[in-house]
């Protein structure tokens, strides 16, 4: 799949619900899907019966466009959960919720997956004292997180500081917003990733 040029609003409209993509337009009245709440196109108000493929397709998508990934990068991540122990499904979720980009965007550093990936490929996040700029890094259980120190002026970690505490931070997470830093204290379990996706859905694609 190569890299989407649309309007992110229409692919929160493909999947009916707000996949939060183009940070704080999604939380105001002017969100797309909050006048038209269906699919784009000429049939997108039209009737239809989805099939059990399809059902699972789609969820596969939605859970990629979240997180910003494309198709070739998704099906490593499930191979990579497959080979793991435990559910598959679960092990999914949480390597896409380890990813550095995702955890800028949830410690409340970014308003959109798609800002926290910049800000990471612009080499502005340390990760245990050294620059990291691939926004796919994978955390783990003890890292430290924090904006680089000639980056700490920069509008968005400005407005980051400003707003502290306006974001729920998820458990497994700690967020030090005077010292613009990010304690990983464990990786995150199912139980805590509030993404709304079916995962036993996308096993039940690959798996065919």
Not at 45 to 59: F, P, V
Not at 115 to 126: E, F, K
Request: proline share 5%; hydrophobic share 30%; glycine share 8%.
């Amino acid at each position: 799949m190569g890299r989407y040029t649309g309007a992110d609003c229409r692919r929160c409209r493909r999947e009916k619900m707000k996949l939060f993509l183009k940070g704080s337009k999604c939380e105001s009245p002017k969100c797309p899907i909050e006048i038209r709440p269906y699919p784009p196109g000429e049939h997108g108000r039209g009737r239809t019966k989805d099939s059990e493929y399809l059902l699972q397709k789609r969820e596969k998508q939605k859970c990629a466009r979240i997180y910003g990934v494309y198709e070739k990068q998704f099906r490593s991540y499930y191979e990579e959960a497959n080979r793991r122990t435990g559910k598959t499904g679960e092990n999914l979720l949480q390597l896409l919720e380890r990813r550095l980009d995702n955890v800028i965007y949830r410690a409340g550093w970014a308003h959109s997956r798609d800002q926290a990936r910049q800000l990471v490929s612009h080499g502005h996040i340390v990760v245990n004292g050294g620059k990291v700029d691939i926004p796919s890094y994978l955390v783990s259980e003890s890292d430290i997180v924090q904006v680089r120190p000639a980056s700490l002026e920069l509008d968005p970690f400005v407005i980051a500081r400003a707003e502290a505490g306006s974001r729920t931070v998820p458990a497994w997470l700690e967020v030090i917003a005077n010292r613009m830093r990010i304690l990983v204290h464990a990786l995150p379990s199912r139980g805590v990733i509030d993404t709304p996706v079916q995962e036993q859905l996308i096993v039940e694609l690959y798996s065919k």
